[in-house]
């Protein structure tokens, strides 16, 4: 079988756009070369990214376009008009669209991912183009697909429930924590410490600075903490839209001076910024999986998260959950972890469990599983 993969969203430069759908596919791209040894690859990036810097075997072949197509007004055009035409070029079998959207006039049986329905839940954190075409291509596409990857148990009831997909069409293949996501050994850890002149004990978030991770809260929740206990706020993420609430908030609440910004945090190195806090603070109002918990708690450090969307399934009972509209809530869990040792151990050994409990590895055998099915499926249909 001959599989293409739109995997013009990997990104690689510093910025927010490195985040959650990039490491999807470069994970993706990376476990299905281990685990699958008959079937080749039409690999289709953005400008600059070519097979070298894939790393990716022969039977992927990598086509990077000519345009700088990580630009949704460029990469929607590529997706409906070009995409087409390269599936029949290229003579593809199968086409897996990684975020929510395969060409409307796909020529070949189609797969699509869906990483969560926010521009429906909460429309008002999106720009409006971005919403409508999202919300447009995303009910074609899943009623067009032949398979339907969902990255949570969570995400594969919403596109049943909100979308209308028959439930046996859907698929959950959850995302995983990569492999340097793990505790440091205690020199690199002091080495890093000094490094960044970092306290002994602070309070870490780290997510895309946009309207859904809900930092005003986080913030109302701290200025809580902070009447109890100096402890810093280390905010680290790349800027991504509708952001400048957080800052007149930090603003209002006098939090200048306390709440540090650390901007975009190298891939090498969050591992360490993970376990050099006391706890991580993840208050967002929705997740179709939830990554950065995930990656804290593979790192030793306890979580304090929201109990809505799909956190509670990344998290089980392995971190603190509150509403996350209850300012009073957060800071009552952030000042547990604070000052319970035994509370911040015991957190600390069940993260590390739970964290074991997603691969990679499980999840490009089960989207490989989802590919053939797809292809038969679609074989049956045609006879």
């Known amino acids: 079988m001959h599989i293409a993969i739109n995997a013009h969203l990997l990104a690689h430069t510093r910025s927010f756009r490195r ?120 009910r074609v596409s899943v009623r067009r697909a032949v398979r339907i990857l969902a990255v949570s148990e969570h995400t594969r009831q919403e596109v049943v429930g909100l979308l209308g997909v028959p439930a046996e069409r859907v698929v959950v293949t959850p995302n995983a924590a990569r492999d340097h996501f793990r505790p440091p050994d205690p020199p690199t850890l002091a080495a890093f410490r000094a490094r960044h002149s970092l306290p002994e004990r602070f309070i870490l978030y780290v ?31 790349g800027k991504g839209w509708m952001y400048q609430p957080v800052f007149e908030r930090l603003e209002a609440l006098g939090l200048r001076d306390r709440v540090h910004f650390v901007g975009y945090i190298d891939e090498q190195d969050l591992p360490l910024w993970y376990a050099a806090a006391r706890m991580f603070v993840f208050p967002s109002l929705y997740e179709g999986f939830g990554m950065p918990p995930l990656e ?29 509209t209850d300012a009073d809530a957060m800071a009552g869990a952030m000042l547990r972890l604070l000052h319970d040792d035994g509370l911040h151990r015991h957190l600390r050994e069940q993260g590390l469990r739970r964290a074991r409990h997603f691969s990679w590895r499980t999840t490009a055998e089960q989207t490989l599983m989802a590919y053939e099915q797809a292809r038969l499926t679609a074989v049956v249909d045609t006879v």
Request: hydrophobic letters at 45%; one cysteine or more.
């Open 19 to 138: 985040a959650g759908v990039s490491h999807y596919i470069e994970q993706l791209l990376h476990h299905l070369a281990l685990v699958d040894q008959h079937n080749c690859y039409t690999i289709h990036t953005t400008h600059g990214l070519d097979a070298q810097a894939l790393g990716l075997p022969p039977r992927f072949a990598v086509h990077a376009s000519r345009l700088p197509t990580i630009n949704p007004r460029i990469r929607i055009p590529w997706e409906q008009v070009l995409a087409p035409l390269l599936l029949r070029w290229h003579q593809a079998d199968l086409f897996h669209g990684t975020l929510n959207v395969i060409p409307f006039a796909c020529p070949v049986p189609g797969v699509v991912t869906i990483h969560d329905l926010a521009f429906i839940r909460f429309p008002q954190t999106f720009r409006a183009y971005n919403r409508t075409y999202l919300d447009f291509a995303t």
């Open 207 to 237: 997510g895309t600075l946009e309207p859904r991770k809900n930092l005003t809260t986080l913030l109302e929740a701290y200025s809580q903490v902070v009447r109890h206990d100096p402890v810093p706020l280390l905010i680290g993420g």
């Open 296 to 324: 804290a708690m593979a790192c030793g450090t306890p979580v304090v998260t929201s109990n809505t969307s799909s956190l509670p399934e990344v998290v089980g009972e392995a971190g603190l959950m509150v509403a996350p």
